[in-house]
């Protein structure tokens, strides 16, 4: 558990400085700085769990605390429904698919690169 904690005590606070971060140089108008945590964390945690040399102490630091904390599916879901609240459809559409489309292919990346 502790791993998890130390993780996940790196995790948020990182995907804070990098939400804001991308939001401030692409602007506001799309959840870009949530697609890029989530895309990122979901490449990292295809590294770690498709290493075979991974042990369970790292995937419970990396995999768990750290990607666990670093991606959101709750700020990507209220993100999304705030995008529709608006009227902004084509972007609240597009937000679900590039998310879906690129985290999976993110993971598939790291699953495919750890081998």
Same mark, same amino acid.
């Given at each position: ?5 130390? @993780? ?6 990182? !995907?804070?400085?990098?939400? !804001?971060?991308?939001?401030? !140089?692409? +602007?506001?108008g ?15 945690l ?9 042990? %369970? *102490? %790292?995937? /419970? &630091? ?5 990607? @666990?904390?670093l ?11 705030r &995008?529709? *609240?608006? @009227?902004?459809?084509? !972007? ?6 590039v998310?879906?489309?690129a +985290?999976?292919?993110? /993971?598939?990346?790291?699953w495919? &690169?750890?081998?």
């Open positions: 558990m502790l791993l998890v904690a130390a @993780g996940a005590a790196v995790g948020a606070p990182l !995907r804070y400085v990098v939400d !804001r971060w991308v939001q401030r !140089r692409l +602007g506001g799309f959840p870009w700085g949530t697609l890029v945590v989530n895309v990122v964390g979901s490449f990292v295809g590294l770690v769990l498709g290493s075979p040399t991974v042990g %369970t *102490e %790292t995937s /419970a &630091l990396v995999g768990v605390g750290l990607c @666990g904390a991606t959101t599916y709750s700020t990507f879901g209220y993100e999304t429904l &995008l529709l *609240e608006d @009227g902004a459809w084509a !972007r609240g559409v597009a937000n679900v698919l998310s879906m489309l +985290g999976l292919g993110a /993971a598939a990346l790291g495919t &690169l750890a081998w």
